[in-house]
């Protein structure tokens, strides 16, 4: 199976340079149980309705794991689908502001830095700052991953 190209080069990335990527998420309550059970995360504070009304939010938070994923996994297309080679590790995972059932994500990617493989020449490394932000412009979740990138072939 041949996966076309549609993420960035090695070359193409620019330190400073900003992504505002279009696609959006709507976040649901059975995004959030879903995920939250297969991944045997039992806290009452993202699958039990009941008891969120105790806590200070008063509802439901959506899964921290699920919101970085999501964030992630919006920056794929225009960054690095079909281009990546691995992720190497994320750094300064933070998580601002609470993220509920019905909120939407919006996300932009910031280049931070950008340095050639010292020992293979067709890749690079590309550290990228994400930050998801809800439909008021909150922002609910930044990350910086490090990736390594293929060179245009």
Known sequence: MHVTPKGMWFEDFEV??????????????????????????????????????????????????????IVVGI???????????????FDEIRFPAPLFHGDTIHVESEIIACRESASE?????VKIEHRGFNQHDQ????????????RRP
């Open 16 to 69: 400073g340079m900003i992504v505002e990527h279009p696609l959006t998420r709507t976040i649901t309550e059975s995004d959030n149980v879903n995920f939250s059970t297969s991944t045997l995360n039992p806290a009452p504070l993202h699958i039990d309705a009941d008891y969120a009304t105790t806590t200070e939010f008063g509802r439901p938070l959506v899964n921290s794991l699920l919101t970085l994923g």
């Open 75 to 89: 920056s794929v297309h225009e960054l690095t689908h079909g281009t990546t080679i691995a992720n190497l590790g």
């Open 139 to 150: 922002l609910v979740c930044s990350a910086v991953r490090n990736a390594m990138m293929l």
């Open 121 to 125: 020449h067709d890749r690079g490394i």
